[in-house]
């Protein structure tokens, strides 16, 4: 075996160690709960699908280890070692033309090259998503992949690699098109010089790649028309978002039209203007700063310009994907839209570096390798650690909350959840670990989605009348064959609102049942002092809850979500404003919160 293929191999095996050690070992938040029950189940996946995606992650629920979300955590941790094995071959390419006299030696090569891949591999946004079900890992692979081939069809005149990137855009058409598409222009002007020699054979045989890749699309028709079949036998716990049977269904999907709505909030949130310090998390400051450097170096010698410009578009690419989508720092999903350009600033940083080792070799030779391994060194120390967020090795608040929750369901209930990790979870642990099959349960979220309301409708009889209006009485006449219970939503009607009280980790219409409230487990407080997904979602409960139980004058219940709140984010100004409305309301004096 080459140098360069057992190096490649040590870089592979070190980036999936450091995945695969900090792989949540259950149903995890976000969309992970939701991404793992679509793999297990052959589902559709919020849009745009993510039918790669789901079928990538099927092929690893075979595996005989741990549970179902850590397979398919295991199958993105293998497609981000993928994606820093593919990074090292473009950074071995790069260092080739930044110093084509070979005057540093293929072993300072192979050193810098580990470098740029472990500084990537080993980057917290590429962790996040390497160690949980998600689509970003893989993504990024099918994207430096295409990238790598554009460069060798560059390099070596062959168009076999161009139709080889085009069969990997498509495969990433079906996995995340924004990212794909966009990534995806680098690979596209490394094509223009081969379309001035046979543009018309080319842009043939390039569709018929792309379209190849694409196919995969196919899956979600297929898909929903199945599930959509199988309600009434089998229920509607499968992940289907829309309804993919038809050509505007399928539009529906892949146009992500659902998240239109939100797209004013999430870019009045957004902050462009972070993008260089998201960087320096990333990739550490020395990086960061000297990427520039790298771009100029490259951009600077003639041979390699046009490389270049492939290779800086492709970066653009993902930062424009970031920015399209609301480029707000504290969203870990604009950390799986950067992917690539976290690759690429990894890439050009090393870039500067080989140019300072060419000047530093004219004093001593053995300057440049001893500079080189301490790269490695450096960026190797960065290895994940296994219980501290990003790593999630330990992550189980979400799963025992939910088990919870489900556990305090009376026989027969009928459960409505609001909130979409709430609903992610409960499917994954009804569809893959058969929990309370006995409940009927809808997701109120899912109901204004194309088809929802005719699947759930089918697969849940009873909950037909609740679903197409989800008024007192409906809900009343329902409470009287099934318990129902009920997460708090803004959407529901204002009379039923003001009806509800708690059960549990749920509330219910009152009853001539005693009603109790359920904390949290000690679990998820612990790991909402160093996990902030994990306090996000156990203080969105609360707040929610602390909120109905003001409105509704029950000032114990309050007081109590008040004080998880204060626990969980002290000083939080929305949580104080809310604890003074509820003094308000109430007119008991001594109701803040730390009062007795």
């Known amino acids: 075996m080459s140098q360069q293929r057992l190096a490649s191999v040590a870089v592979g095996v070190a980036a999936f160690a450091g995945y695969a050690r900090a792989c949540a070992p259950s149903a995890y938040l976000l969309d992970s709960a939701e991404l793992a029950q679509a793999a297990f189940g052959l589902g559709v996946a919020h849009p745009s699908g993510e039918p790669l995606a789901a079928l990538w992650g099927r092929l690893f629920c075979f595996l005989p280890i741990g549970s179902v979300a850590l397979r398919v955590g295991i199958g993105q941790a293998v497609a981000g070692a993928l994606a820093a094995v593919v990074l090292f071959f473009i950074a071995l390419r790069l260092l080739a033309l930044l110093d084509g006299a070979r005057t540093l030696g293929e072993p300072t090569h192979l050193l810098l090259g580990a470098a740029a891949a472990l500084g990537f591999a080993y980057a917290p946004g590429a962790v996040n998503v390497s160690d949980r079900p998600e689509v970003y890992a893989l993504q990024t692979a099918l994207s430096l992949g295409a990238l790598l081939c554009a460069l060798r069809a560059l390099h070596d005149d062959d168009r076999r690699q161009l139709l080889l990137a085009a069969l990997l855009l498509g495969l990433g058409l079906a996995n995340h098109p924004l990212v794909a598409g966009l990534t995806g222009l680098g690979a596209a002007l490394a094509a223009l010089p081969s379309l001035r020699r046979e543009r018309a054979r080319l842009i043939a045989l ?14 979600l028709p297929a898909r929903a028309g199945a599930l959509f079949a199988q309600a009434a036998a089998r229920g509607a716990d499968t992940i289907a978002w829309g309804d993919a049977r038809t050509l505007g269904g399928l539009g529906w999907v892949l146009s992500a039209r659902t998240f239109a709505t939100k797209a004013s909030i999430v870019h009045t949130a957004a902050a462009p203007l972070d993008f260089p310090f998201v960087l320096m998390e990333e990739v550490e400051v020395a990086f960061a700063l000297l990427a520039p450097l790298g771009m100029a170096f490259i951009l600077r010698l003639r041979p390699a310009r046009l490389p270049a410009l492939v290779v800086l578009l492709s970066w653009a690419g993902s930062l424009g994907a970031a920015l399209y989508a609301g480029f707000d720092p504290a969203n870990p999903d604009v950390r799986g839209y950067l992917g690539p350009a976290i690759a690429l600033t990894a890439l050009f940083a090393v870039g500067a570096f080989a140019v300072f080792a060419t000047w530093l070799r004219r004093w ?15 960026t190797a120390s960065r290895f994940p650690a296994a219980d501290r967020y990003p790593g999630l090795r330990h992550a189980a608040a979400a799963d025992r909350m939910t088990g919870q929750l489900l556990a305090e369901l009376p026989p027969r209930a009928a459960l409505l959840t609001a909130h979409f990790e709430s609903a992610f979870l409960v499917g994954y642990q009804r569809l893959v670990e058969g929990r309370r099959p006995d409940v009927a349960w809808a997701h109120l979220g899912f109901i204004a989605h194309p088809g929802a309301a005719l699947r759930l409708g089918a697969a849940e009889p009873d909950l037909r009348a609740v679903l197409a209006a989800r008024s007192t009485a409906n809900l009343a006449a329902l409470d009287g064959r099934r318990p129902v219970r009920l997460e708090p939503d803004d959407h529901l009607p204002q009379d039923l609102r003001a009806k509800l009280v708690p059960a549990g980790s749920t509330w219910k219409l009152p009853d001539v049942r005693p009603s109790a409230l359920t904390a949290p487990p000690a679990i998820a407080f612990a790991e909402a002092a160093t996990d902030r997904q994990v306090r996000g979602f156990v203080a969105w409960r609360a707040y929610t809850d602390a909120r109905l139980a003001c409105a509704n004058r029950l000032p114990n219940v309050a007081r109590l979500r008040l004080a998880e709140l204060d626990r969980l984010l002290p000083h939080d100004r929305r949580a104080l404003a809310l604890a003074t409305e509820c003094a308000a309301l109430s007119n008991i004096p001594g109701f803040l919160r730390g009062a007795p």
Do not use: N
């Open 206 to 219: 390039s569709v018929l790649a792309l379209f190849a890749g694409a196919a995969a699309i196919a899956y």
């Open 364 to 378: 001593r030779a053995w300057i440049p390798p001893v500079v080189a391994a301490a790269l490695v060194l450096a």
